[in-house]
């Protein structure tokens, strides 16, 4: 693009320098041909390394991904000097620049670094130089979705093709040229509307390059979006794919190791067989106590119940362990621990996180409850994904009366992508830039989840360490432009009469779920109605018998003319019928919308009826809204951004995935995903590809993750970064072996679960050796298990469970949140009870105290992984805070009322349902004392205390020291 | 365009490059591969680093604790730093910003000369409104200050005023975001928490980084101001109230007794001692225990950090404690030397409620509400911290999001303008006395030697001996400052002037 350059080099016209001419003969004599010797290799038209073509004076000044790379009006100051004086470029194994040619470009930019090209940038100006300010500042109102005065302006054809006053302008004849007029005149874009719309006016660099083309006769060029066309990248070298995670896995034959015997499946081999090499060795079998809490812990998030440690415990048979861990993935609460985990790499909240309103998500549970079941359902992850990034291209929802349950869960499964923090509700907060952010968090959501590679730093410029240039974040953000088009926006709250015009809400429900919501509005409509006609059945009938009262107060002789008169149409009456009918209309006539003023008993029943109205009409259902995200088609062009500035757009590029990724370079195959679509099938593409079965990283990256939750640390340790700058894989073979093991068995994420939960490897004991501190000391080779604190929502749900007030009701609509005038937050209970944290409103501004105070993080977009910290407020909270004391209460009446007669066996039961194990004896010693202790405390301090309370108070305290305990706060 | 614009900082992306690697400040989940020693290093955060990290380093196998004090890059100026924010917006040509050109154009619009402005209210046309009060010359420099300020005032040979200073946003949220984070964005880690991260505490036994927010409400953005973002919870602002609950959940629950509290606590502590011998290799579980006993002594030290009782009848008088219209923000005031005394970092002190300093109507009715509430304070507050010879080392900065436009808002108020407005510094060493950088004639607009948000940021730094370059932090696969990602200059004339 020209934009900046011509700028610049406008100014520089009126002062040229006597050295111009010498400095543009200087560049072509010498400079040129030493750039295209030196630099051509990558810099070339075709390749254009960094977007930049060094082998032409015209592209030289049109700049690179970085902007403008020369700087003629401070040439010391140009980045192609920057870069050569650096000894960055030419890249170290390419044929360097001798000193004498780097004199030649430095006495070439000193003396002005010309290239001669300079005055004729005008008349280089094509269409592409102009259409990027249209439909940033036009076709909001002369486009895609509204054509005011039937004018498009998105392409040259229906530029010229004007609207109802004709051709919007004249090649050669800017003057005459009605846009210019108009946007001269300040009549457009109109002002009052800009905010609305979030448009900024047309800057007057950008009219002046309007003016200069359509002056220089509006030149115009084949437009040809940059697509994987099948050839060879020259982006991309060879030596580049060969890194390990850019090539599909393969199952490598399982090895063997020394203590084989020890093996339960082929994890354990390939953890043995690296361990041999450390010399070190698998721990011993953990005891079954260490083993269910591990598993509950792991698979549900909470404790498990001491009968069910005690079934466990007694159970003989030789699968024991295997049927433990089958009956827990069946439970319905282990979709809440998974999905939970897959929540922080959406992003999940139920509000939009922008400003301090941070305005709720009506809808967002929808989303959440889909994942729930997804994981409870072991949906194929394959399908997952494809359902979460293309939902609205895998069959047709485009039929309100006809939605299948797949159907349904198809489009709620995008809420995936309408999880980032957005604040475009607003025009002022919504302008292009702030839209762009929006497009930026969810390839950073999508990438960082799904992908596995960091691909943020190719939005500005090539990535460093990996091989993805900017053409690349560009060809993505075209993929999800279908839906998600700066220039064609949806805001994200409900607004507008029908949803989905231009919110992003879409009313949708399976069919029968519709059936059912269409049925109780009728059901009301019709009780409505039938309310309604009985209240004016009983306004006639009151009419009637209050006017025949009043008839009958008259003297009997006229009652009859009267009644006779009035019931006679006016045109009738005779004279004298007339003269009654005007004497005595006010006093036996009655108006019946005014009847409740007359008559007291009506008056109520019309109240009661308007209640009743009312409360029918308070107890709709809802809008069945989806917060969902669909391609609406005919999406605006995608422009490489140079620097990231959607000020500065470079050439465009069409849809595609990262060129690394897919070796033959063959393009991206997109087809609309069903008949009569309105999208155009990109994501549907891109989903396709993502669950290829010779896709490199898909089943990699999820598998990591599973072995992250279950083992404390993924193969590798960087989750959202398989590149070059991530970490290697501890055990690639491993990694490799489970990656497909993962698709041959149809990406069912509990066969993964099994394969790692019934391993050895799991089963191992966590206590730490001296030879593992001394070979191993982060545990990277596993020859134990690690220790680990309870992330933020097991703790809360820990304390809930332990406590007996935690109502395992799942699904709907978040609980809610309060936060109290010192900044306290804490989850409003629901009849002395409390739901999992899951089920708690994430607000980005709101995360309840225990929560935070434990590691939840705020969504940034998303979360990929947490911290653990051990710091002073934590203990604070556990310690003083007036509701775990509540709990700790709760707690100890149950300890009471179930837990046996003595305070042995009470002690005992306390310390089995907070930790799982059996107090062992010192510490049933000094529980013992401390009872001791404080019940002398307490007899002291309150003599009155009867029996029961003073038994209350201590085992509270009790209660209270087990909260805080590390065997509580820990999984071994 | 300015050489350093001209192409991307490649410094936010050099995770592998030597010189990031190599930074005095260290980054303890550099590469997101965390052991579980640089976990533990985590420890001891939040509402006190406090005493853990001091038990830390008797343990031969301790890293480095996240809060202990860190080299800086090159000797630093100031060694804390106190931020007075003026929330809501003050008005710099009302303050420090006197334009005879108001005077002039007074009742006029804007010439056409200053261009179109952008303006949240849509007050572009309206009449120009001079300053609302005089101005007088002050001290030996004659620096001008606004007669609503007497007492600031009277110390103007300690001022620096900044008078072009430059923000991104005309709304109050992103504004105060931008001026607390670098960004307009909710979410990005705080100036204080940056500090926090980089600098550690002076004490053991104290938070890095407290705050004392305005008693009478919260201020537009909320807690995110002080929010740690991406870096570790550890680093967020602590807030601290006056009176008797200073730190959320500090203080046992009414009712329960000290001696249940001992015996709770010591039963917890022996559970915990149980639980760490069976695993006799873990730190966590030590840093835990530690935890647990600093939490216990800050039940007893953070009260007496806000127990102003000690404090003489003078000091009383010098923050304005005596009367009641200045007894508030001077006890804040007051607070806030009490801490940078006892080591803590970086002390955040708001005036003004939700709406503050928001004069969009009768600016002398609200600003001189506002200066009378803290003038005296503000002035107090310097005179002690000089005659205690800590104004020497300490930083103080006043300022609020932004400015305030020239041109009346319904007759007698005025808007919102970040596009050029007034903070001043003073102590630390850096030349007092003196007004440097300029807003236009009317003061619309920074004219010159504009002071853009971030480069204000880089020059504080600086002052506490940070290279704003080598401040980073690894996340979401970039290598993140408070600065970047584009570049950042210092304020030289701040500097060396």
């Known amino acids: 693009m020209l934009v900046l350059t011509l700028v610049a080099s406008t100014l520089f016209v009126g002062q040229q320098s006597l050295g111009q001419e010498n400095s543009s003969?200087?560049?072509k004599t010498d400079v040129l041909p030493i750039l295209k010797a030196k630099c051509a290799k990558c810099h070339n038209a075709d390749a254009q390394k960094g977007e930049l073509n060094l082998t032409d004076a015209n592209a030289i000044l049109d700049g690179g991904e970085s902007g403008a790379v020369i700087s003629t009006d401070d040439p010391e100051a140009s980045l192609l000097w920057e870069y050569i004086e650096s000894g960055e470029m030419p890249p170290e194994k390419s044929p360097q620049l001798t000193q004498a040619e780097k004199d030649r470009i430095h006495q070439w930019i000193k003396s002005?670094?010309?290239?001669?090209?300079?005055?004729?940038?005008?008349q280089e100006l094509t269409q592409l130089d102009i259409l990027p300010i249209l439909?940033?500042?036009?076709?909001?109102?002369?486009g895609t979705r509204v054509k005011e005065g039937d004018l498009d302006l998105r392409s040259v054809e229906s530029i010229l093709a004007g609207g109802k006053s004709g051709p919007a302008f004249i090649a050669g004849n800017a003057k005459e040229s009605l846009l210019l007029k108009r946007v001269h005149a300040g009549e457009m874009p109109p002002k009052q509307q800009l905010v609305r719309v979030s448009v900024k006016p047309v800057a007057d660099s950008e009219i002046k390059l309007i003016v200069d083309w359509i002056a220089s006769g509006a030149k115009t060029v084949e437009i040809k979006e940059d697509v994987a066309n099948g050839k060879p990248d020259p982006l991309i070298s060879d030596e580049d794919r060969e890194f390990w995670s850019f090539v599909p896995p393969v199952k490598a034959n399982i090895p063997t190791a020394k203590q084989s015997a020890k093996a339960r499946n082929a994890v354990d081999y390939f953890v043995m067989a690296k361990l041999d090499e450390l010399g070190l060795e698998l721990s011993p079998e953990a005891s079954r106590r260490t083993l269910i809490r591990r598993l509950y812990f792991d698979l549900?998030?909470?404790p498990p119940a001491p009968a069910e440690i005690a079934e466990f415990e007694s159970d003989t048979r030789p699968d024991a362990y295997e049927r433990l861990v089958e009956k827990l993935l069946a439970s319905p609460e282990y979709g809440a621990r998974w999905g939970g985990y897959w929540l922080d790499l959406a992003g999940y909240a139920d509000s939009e996180g922008l400003q301090e309103s941070d305005r709720f998500r009506p809808a967002a549970y929808r989303y959440r409850d889909y994942v729930i079941s997804s994981f409870n359902r072991d949906k194929s992850y394959a399908r997952f994904v494809m359902e979460q990034l293309a939902g609205d291209e895998l069959a047709d929802y485009t039929d309100p009366e006809n939605v299948s349950q797949q159907v349904y869960e198809n489009v709620i499964a995008t809420g995936f992508m309408r999880m980032t923090i957005d604040g475009t509700f607003a025009g002022i907060t919504g302008f292009v830039p702030d839209r762009l952010v929006v497009v930026g968090d969810l390839l950073q959501v999508y990438t960082s989840s799904m992908l596995g590679l960091t691909m943020k730093c190719a939005k500005c410029h090539t990535h460093k360490f990996d091989p993805i240039p900017q053409r690349d974040y560009y060809r993505l953000a075209a993929i999800f432009k279908g839906a998600l088009d700066e220039n064609d926006w949806l805001i994200p709250i409900r607004e507008g009469s029908e949803p989905g015009q231009r919110d992003r809400f879409m009313t949708l429900a399976p069919t029968e779920e519709r059936r059912a919501w269409q049925a109780e509005h009728d059901r009301i409509d019709s009780e409505i109605s039938k309310l309604e006609s009985d209240l004016e059945?009983?306004?006639q009938a009151t009419t009637n018998r209050l006017e025949k009262e009043r008839l009958e107060r008259l003297p009997e002789t006229i009652r009859g003319d009267v009644a006779t008169a009035l019931a006679t149409v006016d045109e009738k009456r005779s004279e004298i019928q007339k003269y009654l009918a005007e004497k005595f209309a006010d006093t036996i006539t009655l108006d019946p919308a005014k009847l409740a003023e007359v008559d007291e008993d009506f008056k109520k029943a019309e109240e009661s009826t308007t209640n009743q109205i009312k409360s029918l009409n308070n107890s709709r259902p809802e809008e069945l809204l989806v917060r969902a995200l669909w391609d609406r088609g005919a999406p605006s062009p995608t422009y490489i951004l140079k620097r990231g500035d959607y000020l500065t757009p470079g050439r465009p590029v069409g849809p595609g995935v990262p060129s690394i990724l897919v070796p033959d370079n063959r393009p991206l195959k997109v087809q609309p995903g069903f008949e009569g679509s309105p999208g155009t099938g990109r994501r549907l593409a891109l989903a396709k590809w993502m669950v290829e079965e010779d896709h490199p990283l898909t089943a990699r990256v999820m598998v990591n993750r599973i072995w992250r939750y279950h083992f404390g640390q993924g193969i590798v340790r960087t989750l959202d970064d398989f590149g070059i700058a991530g970490?290697?894989?501890?055990?690639?073979?491993?990694?490799?072996?489970?990656?497909?093991?993962?698709?041959?068995?149809?990406?069912?994420?509990?066969?993964?679960?099994?394969?790692?939960l019934l391993s050895a490897t799991y089963r191992q004991q966590s206590l730490i050796r001296d030879e593992h501190l001394d070979k191993d000391p982060e545990n990277l080779y596993l020859a134990r298990m690690s220790i680990r604190r309870l992330d933020a929502e097991s703790l809360r749900d820990s304390l809930l469970s332990v406590s007996g007030l935690l109502k395992k009701e799942p699904f709907g609509k978040p609980d809610t949140v309060t936060r109290r005038e010192d900044g306290l937050v804490t989850s409003n209970g629901q009849n002395g009870g409390w739901r999992r944290s899951i089920f708690v409103m994430k607000r980005r501004t709101e995360i309840p105290t225990i929560l935070a105070n434990f590691d939840r993080p705020r969504m940034s977009p998303n979360c990929i992984d947490r911290v653990t910290s051990t710091v002073a407020p934590q203990a604070l909270q556990l310690l003083n805070n007036a509701q775990v004391k509540s709990w700790a209460e709760s707690f100890a009446a149950r300890v009471i009322s179930e837990g046996g007669n003595t305070d042995a066996q009470r002690i005992s039961y306390a310390y089995v349902l907070a930790t799982s194990y059996q107090p062992v004896e010192s510490e049933l010693e000094i529980t013992q004392q401390a009872i001791d202790k404080l019940r002398v405390a307490w007899k002291t301090d309150s003599p009155d205390m009867n029996d029961e309370e003073l038994t209350a108070k201590v085992y509270t305290n009790l209660c209270h020291a087990l909260f805080n305990s590390a065997s509580f706060v820990y999984v071994d | 365009m300015n050489r350093m614009d001209s192409r991307v900082s490649k410094k936010h992306c050099g995770r592998l490059t030597s010189d990031a690697r190599s930074l005095p400040v260290t980054n303890a989940t550099h590469d997101s591969i965390i052991s579980r020693r640089q976990l533990l290093q985590q420890a001891g955060g939040g509402a006190g680093s406090l005493a853990l990290a001091a038990l830390m380093a008797g343990e031969s196998r301790a890293a480095r604790p996240f809060h202990a004090p860190q080299n800086t890059h090159f000797k630093p100026r100031a060694k804390r730093v106190i931020w007075l924010f003026m929330h809501g917006g003050p008005s710099h040509v009302d303050l420090f910003d006197p334009k005879k050109a108001l005077d002039e154009y007074a009742g006029k619009p804007v010439p056409d000369s200053f261009g179109a402005v952008m303006t949240r209210r849509d007050v572009a046309r309206n009449p120009l409104m001079p300053a609302v009060k005089p101005y007088k010359k002050f001290g030996e420099s004659?620096?001008?200050?606004?007669?609503?300020?007497?007492?600031?005032?009277?110390?103007?040979?300690?001022?620096?005023?900044?008078?072009?200073m430059h923000g991104d946003s005309v709304n109050h949220p992103q504004s105060v975001y931008q001026m607390n984070?670098?960004?307009?964005?909710t979410g990005r880690p705080s100036f204080g928490s940056w500090l926090a991260y980089g600098l550690g505490t002076e004490n053991q036994n104290m938070p890095a980084f407290v705050v004392l927010p305005d008693p009478r409400g919260g201020i537009k953005g909320g807690p995110p101001a002080w929010g740690s973002g991406f870096l570790p919870a550890a680093y967020q602002g602590i807030t601290i109230r006056p009176g008797e609950h200073p730190i959320l959940d500090l203080k046992p629950q009414p009712g329960v007794k000290a001696d249940e509290q001992l015996k709770t606590l010591k039963l917890i502590q022996d559970f915990n001692h149980i639980y760490a011998r069976q695993q006799p290799h873990d730190d966590e579980l030590e840093a835990r225990i530690a935890s647990y006993e600093l939490a216990f002594r800050m039940q007893t030290e953070a009260p007496e950090l806000v127990d102003i009782s000690e404090e003489t009848d003078a000091t009383h008088k010098m923050y304005g404690l005596h009367q009641p219209h200045t007894s508030d923000f001077g006890r804040r005031c007051l607070l806030a030397r009490r801490m940078i005394e006892r080591g803590v970092r970086f002390v955040q002190v708001y005036s003004g409620d939700t709406g503050g300093w928001d004069a969009h109507r009768h600016v002398i009715n609200n600003h001189g509400q506002n200066c009378r509430e803290t003038d005296l304070p503000v002035a107090g507050l310097l005179r002690d911290l000089k005659q205690r010879g800590l104004l020497e080392d300490t930083l103080v900065i006043w300022g609020g999001e932004f400015g305030r436009m020239p041109m009346s808002e319904q007759g007698n108020g005025r808007d919102h303008n970040p596009w050029g407005f007034c903070s001043w510094l003073a102590g630390a060493g850096v030349q007092g006395g003196r007004a440097i950088g300029a807003t236009d004639d009317i003061g619309l607009r920074a004219a010159v030697d504009k002071v853009p948000v971030k480069n204000f940021h880089a020059t504080i730094l600086h002052l506490m001996g940070i290279d704003h370059n080598q401040l980073t932090y690894y996340h979401n696969g970039l290598e993140k400052r408070l600065t970047g990602p584009s570049d950042a200059e210092l304020v030289e004339e701040v500097i060396n002037g």
Request: glycine share 8%.
């Open chain 1, 537 to 539: 059945s009983l306004r």
């Open chain 1, 112 to 122: 002005g670094a010309k290239t001669g090209a300079e005055a004729n940038r005008q």
């Open chain 2, 142 to 164: 004659g620096l001008p200050v606004s007669t609503m300020l007497p007492e600031i005032g009277s110390c103007a040979d300690d001022l620096c005023v900044i008078r072009s």
């Open chain 2, 181 to 185: 984070t670098g960004s307009i964005l």
């Open chain 1, 25 to 27: 003969e200087l560049f």
């Open chain 1, 727 to 756: 970490a290697r894989p501890t055990h690639q073979e491993l990694l490799d072996w489970l990656a497909v093991e993962f698709m041959e068995h149809g990406w069912s994420i509990k066969h993964m679960h099994r394969l790692m």
């Open chain 1, 135 to 142: 439909q940033l500042r036009c076709t909001v109102c002369h």
């Open chain 1, 300 to 302: 549900l998030g909470l």
